[in-house]
Nanobody, 124 residues
Framework: QVQLVESGGGLVQAGGSLRLSCAAS????????MGWFRQAPGKEREFVAF????????YYADSVKGRFTISRDNAKNMVYLQMNSLKPEDTAVYYC?????????????????WGLGTHVTVSS
């Protein structure tokens, strides 16, 4: 069982940066691939990035590639999403998710565990 708690969201101007954090409970955190998803008002949840359980493999949605970086620290049970060059269209609730597999997935239905989300608002 893994419990996930996101933090780090807030209001930022376009072009700015934020770093989201996801704290995971449970001794088997290193056995889970982790992902970040987001959901804007009135839209479906969409994939942002995932990282393998070792941290050796990452994958990004085209919309954030080159601007966002996902990382993890298994010793601290933490996952991060560094977001740079933020745009108003990045405004959404951002969710951390975990799946009991080596590699992540861009399909939200393949994740077993979810946090409650953190709000990110990018003003123009």
């Amino acid at each position: 069982q893994v419990q996930l708690v996101e933090s780090g969201g807030g209001l930022v101007q376009a072009g700015g940066s934020l770093r989201l954090s996801c704290a995971a409970s449970g001794r088997t955190f290193s056995s889970y691939a982790m992902g970040w998803f987001r959901q804007a008002p009135g839209k479906e949840r969409e994939f942002v990035a995932f990282i393998s359980w070792s941290g050796g493999s990452t994958y990004y949605a085209d919309s954030v590639k080159g601007r966002f970086t996902i990382s993890r620290d298994n010793a601290k049970n933490m996952v991060y999403l560094q977001m740079n060059s933020l745009k108003p269209e990045d405004t959404a609730v951002y969710y951390c998710a975990g799946r009991s597999h080596y590699s992540g997935s861009s399909y939200y239905g393949s994740y077993n565990y979810w946090g409650l989300g953190t709000h990110v608002t990018v003003s123009s």
